[in-house]
Each structure stands twice: as C-alpha cells, then as structure tokens.
C-alpha cells in the first residue's frame, strides 16, 4: 500500500510537473564542489565498505572531493521513475527500460562529455548507444552492463545447455526427468522479450529485428511460446533471493538470471554454472543520468568523471557479476577485476545481448508495435494461464 | 460573578453556554482527516477508474467512460477476480473452522495463567514481521522442506504426490501451489479471527449451556441452536478480517504460489508497471464494492456488536 501511495504521489507529481516548460541546459564549466550528492541507485551498485570492506569506491571520493554522497536505492526500474519524477535528486543509475522515459519526460538534462575528462576511455561500443543518446544528445554516462544468463544445476546438466530450449520447451533434461516444474522464468512482462528473442533464431519467418519491437503476429507468437512455458514453470521469479532459495529447496535446475544469483549460489557451494546459449540473450545496460534540476551539479560532475576513473569500474563489476563500461578496468589493475573476471561475466558477448529498452508503439524497426503496458497486461493473463 | 477571567476564560465561558460550539470544535480534526485525506483519495481513485488508457499510444483520456470496467470482465482479468475472491473465502472458511475450538477453549476452559499463555500464544505471531513469517513458511512448504521431509520419513510421499496432482489446488510442490498460498494466507490472519470469536464466546452465559443440557439436548444440538447463533456475530466479525485482508495482500501471493496474480499485485503491476492507472483504480474498486456488500450483510447478522 506504501508503494502504490507513493508512485500516486510521483504520478501526481510528474503530472504537475509535466505541465511546466523545462529548460534544458547543459553544464558548461565545473565549479567548486557542492558539498554533497543525491544518487538514486541500484541495490549494490554504491559501496562504502559497509557491506564488506574490500568494496567501497564512495570513501574516495568523498575525501578527494569533499561532496558527500547519499545514496537512495529502488528495486525496479519504476521506483527510480517514480522517484526522479519526485525530485530532490542529482543522479540515478537508469537502466535502459527507465533511461528513455526519463528524456522523454525531460526529468534528466544532456551531459557535456567534454567535462569528463575519462569519457575517451568509454566502450566504444556503449558512447553513442541508442538507451542514453537521443537526437544526437547525450543524457548519459555508461556505468555497467552485463547480460541475462542461463543458471542450470550442474547435477542435471554435465554439460552447459546450448539452448534456451530447456526453458522453453517440455522436454527429458539429461538426468532423465522432465523439466516440468524443475525451471523458472522472470516475472516481469520484459520477459516476453526473452522469448521473442528466442523466436529470433528459430523461427527467422516471423521477421524479428529487435525482442523489444514486435509486430502483433510476432507478439501474437512469442506469447503463445510463453503460454506453453506456463504449463513447465512452477513459479517465476521475481527477487533474487526468493530464486537463490528456490534454487536451494526447490530442486530447480534451469532458469533464466542474473549473474549476480549465479555468483551467490556458487559462493554458497551450490552445484549452479551459467551459459549464454545460442540463441543470445537479453542483458541490462545501465547509465548515469543526471535530473534536470539537480541542486549539485559540480559534484554530479565530479561524479562522472570519478565513475569512469576509479576503481568503481573494476571492484563493482566484480561484485555484482557484471560488465565494465571502462574496458581497460579489467586488465589495469586499478581494482580487483581480471580479464579472465571480465570474460567469465561475458564482456565478449556483447554483440549477442539484446539490452533491456521500453517497447513503444511507435518503433524504429517496423510502423507499428505492441507498446509496453500491453505487455504487461498480457504477461499477467499469461501467468494466470490464459 | 463579575470574576475577572482573561481570554481563556471568556473561551471556556462560550464553550459552556454553546456545548454545540464545543462538539463542533471537537469533531472538526477528525472529519477533516475522514473527509479530505481519506474520502478524498478515495474518490480520486475511483475518478481514475473512469477514465480509459489509449489503445495505441498508452495515453491516459480524461474522458469518462465505463470501457476500463469493461476490461475486467476479459477472461484474463475475470480470472484474478475470481480466485482472489475463492481464495478469501476459502481462508475465511479455515479461519473460522480452526479458530472456533481454539477460541472456545480459551473463553471456556482457559484458566488463569492457561489464560495469558492463551492470549500469547494468539498474539505471538503478531509481533515477528510479516515478511519472516512468510518467508518461514516458504522453506516449511520447499520440496526440500520440513513437511516434505515429514511426509518422507512417514514413507506418506505417494499421498502428498497424489494430492499435489490435482489440478489447480496442487502443483509441482506445496510451495508453489495454491494450496500453500491459501495454508499462509491462513496462518497469517489465524489471530484475527480467534480474538473476536473468543470476545463473543465470553459473551455467552453459561447457564443457557446447562438449560439447554437440561432441557434434554445432546451436545450437537446445543452447539447448533444455542451456542453458535450466539457466537455468530464473533465469527462474522472475525471473517470481515480474514476476508479483507486475503482479498487486498499482494505480498504472500508473490513469494508462495504459483506466480498466479491475485488483484492486489494486479493493481500493483497495472499501476507501477504499466502507467495503466484506470484499470489499476478499477481492480481496487472490486474489493470495495465486495466488502461493501459483506459489511452490509455482517451489519443485518448484528456482527459490530461484537468487534
């Protein structure tokens, strides 16, 4: 009931600010340091060493530019919607699925890359990517990505699936029992997405270019794959640490996840290993973005240029199992990751990661597709077996 | 007479000549709080419902229109509708078959210290957060949990596997069927029912027991015609709890069951997820209007005597 008052009072608040004009300016000089900074973040994604000592990248910080930094965490890509359309924040860490809503809602302003000195050291491949640059704008600083894996038991599988088949599909898995019940899907309609993608390479007919802009006969096709996953899933997952215990009590033996998982449950002995199969895979890239009205925006500047520069890139792709934005962070040594570290959480696959992003109607790939909240009420009926 | 009397007191003189000018004051803050904040968002939700979401762009229109109540009877959403409500009622049913003994025992026989240990006991759970409750509860159902283990060591497997099979209330283990959700739901909202079942059974003289033993009725008749039309209002009390509160959770539904939606992670996904906010308002006008006729029905069974 909490979370349903506050966004009321987001979605109040966006309506009302939707109304006003607001300008977008661009920082052109960085001043002194406001003293302190608001970020809007991932959980995980901003350490102190309050954790576990050996990942902090904010204590630095902090002492080499005098702005303290106040971290608020969401869990879900609306909750930072929500709260960047309260205000009263400089930063968030935006996924691709929230990143656009955001310009589009102008509650983020352009960046001036020529004020982050570390912004020639960026993923050539992330600079320009379609998530953070619109109109030939930039609303965003690449921080992290990695992609959506496949976690199987290896009790049951000695050797890693090649295919999202085993999720998909009704079939005997290699110890000779059914995988009916024995495998999980994401909860979130962004799911259909996976299966779309799927559908990408298996049935090439449909004429699939992005899982995120589908046609009514490619969505049509991509639910009716996912109606038939219904009849194989017990339950689908939605915090991940309901999936690490399911994975530990429940007997699962394949689902789709977060490396994140796959590294607890390994820290914790469990018999887990994951794979990119064939068909490729969907993947999160998030930015840092900064709100049209931010109070601090020389320390949100120092920010950037820190995220980049620092040991932020290396320890934070190692705890959370994900991918640099800086490639030289895994082999520089200004942290604990390793080029081996980057590979294992698939640093190499990004031309088969699909990142998350909103499907809108009005997409690029085809006139018209199905937008994203008849995704979600489809994905409900899905769930409920219909 | 003439006692000189600052302002204060001239305040306390109009106050007692005008007692009308008191109740009014008195009442104000608590009507304000009723009537803006809490009617107020309440309407403001049920205008939302009023309005319809644009197929194509996913634009709300402020225009009114019943199109969004249209949408709840697709099948898709009909469907959460109806198990919320089986759901609810069916908690509402274990609650009350459960609770009854348990109250009895402590209104009747419960002495003394039995009697906090009682009171205790009901409470207890109360006290722990919801979360961990159900969250204990999902390691009790696991397959690799304590009831599975239980059944196993009882070489009983080949029953629970017999009874997992049935379509809808089983599934591949007791924590992800609906049987699991309803025995949570149960558990969770157990207390609410006892306590005012109990509060009614207190209420029952028992000299009407004896009179009716002593007018020759045998124990089931006395329950039947003396002791549970007394109690009802107890019992209809307790339910309004037990069904409310199993009609709008959206929590234990999402960590035991089946991922099957019940309406309030509806309105959660609708509203949160998918900016549909019309339909979000519609899914939370049905428990309204559900309640609403419940409460009117429980009103005609004298059930707020016994609150």
Request: include cysteine.
């Amino acid at each position: 009931m909490t979370h349903y008052l506050k966004s009321s009072t987001a979605l109040l608040m966006a309506l009302t600010i939707a109304g006003q004009a607001t300008a977008q300016t661009m920082v052109t000089e960085i001043g002194d340091g406001e003293g302190q900074l608001n970020i809007v973040a991932w959980p995980g994604y901003l350490e102190r060493g309050e954790t576990s000592p050996d990942f902090d990248w904010i204590t630095g910080f902090e002492e080499a530019t005098g702005c303290m930094v106040n971290v608020k965490t969401a869990n879900t890509s609306d909750e930072m919607v929500a709260l960047m359309n309260e205000g009263g924040f400089d930063l968030v860490t935006a996924s691709g699925d929230a990143s656009l809503r955001m310009v589009a809602g102008k509650r983020v302003q352009p960046i001036n890359i020529d004020l982050i000195p570390s912004w020639s050291t960026v993923d050539d491949r992330l600079k320009q990517a379609p998530w953070h640059y619109v109109d030939g704008i930039h609303y965003g600083v690449p921080y992290m990505w990695g992609p959506n894996v496949l976690m199987y038991s290896t009790e049951v599988f000695p050797e890693a699936p090649t295919s999202w088949d085993v999720v998909f599909k009704p079939m005997d898995l290699p110890d000779g029992q059914p995988n009916e019940g024995r495998v999980q899907a994401y909860d979130g309609p962004i799911h259909i997405a996976d299966a779309a993608n799927y559908l990408m390479f298996h049935q090439p007919e449909l004429g699939i270019v992005s899982p995120y802009e589908l046609n009514q006969e490619q969505y049509d096709a991509a639910l009716d794959l996912l109606r038939g996953q219904r009849t194989i899933v017990s339950r689908y997952w939605h915090d991940a640490f309901i999936q690490i215990d399911d994975f530990k009590n429940e007997g699962m033996a394949a689902s789709g996840t977060w490396p994140f998982q796959v590294n607890l449950l390994q820290g914790d002995n469990t018999p887990v290993a994951s794979t990119i199969p064939q068909e490729g895979a969907t993947g999160w890239a998030d930015s840092t973005m900064m709100h049209a009205e931010a109070d601090n925006p020389n320390c949100s500047y120092m920010w950037m240029e820190h995220s980049l520069a620092s040991n932020l890139q290396a320890d934070l792709s190692v705890w959370f199992g994900a991918n640099p934005a800086v490639p030289a962070a895994c082999t520089d040594g200004r942290g604990m990751q390793t080029a081996e570290g980057c590979t294992k959480n698939g640093l190499d696959d990004f031309e088969r990661i699909k990142f998350w992003t909103t499907p809108v109607s009005a997409c690029e790939s085809q006139g018209e597709c199905v937008p994203y909240y008849r995704w979600v009420s489809d994905y409900i009926g899905v769930i409920g077996g219909r | 007479m003439n006692r000189n009397s600052g302002p204060l007191g001239r305040i306390s003189d109009a106050l007692w000549r005008k007692p009308s000018l008191l109740i009014f004051l008195l009442i104000l803050p608590p009507a304000l709080w009723l009537g803006i904040i809490y009617l107020g968002s309440l309407f403001a939700l049920l205008a939302q419902s009023f309005f319809s979401i644009d197929e194509f762009t996913g634009q709300i229109q402020y225009e009114w229109t019943l199109k969004t109540y249209g949408e709840l009877f697709r099948p898709s959403n009909f469907d959460i509708i109806i198990r919320t409500v089986v759901m609810a009622t069916a908690v509402t049913i274990g609650a009350a078959i459960i609770g009854f003994p348990v109250a009895y025992y402590a209104a009747r026989y419960a002495r003394g210290k039995w009697k906090a240990v009682f009171y205790l006991g009901i409470m207890m759970p109360l006290w722990s957060s919801y979360l961990v409750k159900v969250y204990a509860w999902k390691l009790i159902l696991a397959k690799e949990g304590i009831l599975n283990w239980l059944f196993e060591t009882l070489h009983l497997s080949w029953l629970l596997e017999a009874y997992l099979s049935i379509p809808i209330i089983g599934g591949n283990s007791l924590s992800v069927s609906a049987t699991g959700t309803f025995l949570v739901f149960l558990y969770v909202w157990l207390p609410f029912m006892i306590l005012p079942i109990q509060a009614s059974l207190e209420r029952v003289p028992v000299s009407m027991l004896e009179a009716s033993g002593d007018l020759g009725a045998r124990p089931s008749q006395t329950f039947r015609h003396v002791l549970l039309p007394l109690a009802l209002p107890g019992v209809i009390a307790g339910s309004i709890f037990t069904f409310s509160l199993t009609l709008g959770d959206y929590i234990i539904p999402q960590i035991v069951g089946s991922s099957r939606r019940f309406i309030g992670q509806a309105v959660y996904a609708f509203q949160g997820t998918a900016g549909n906010i019309p339909l979000a308002a519609a899914f939370a006008v049905v428990p309204i209007l559900l309640m609403a006729v419940y409460l009117w029905i429980a009103k005609r069974k004298g059930a707020f005597d016994a609150l």
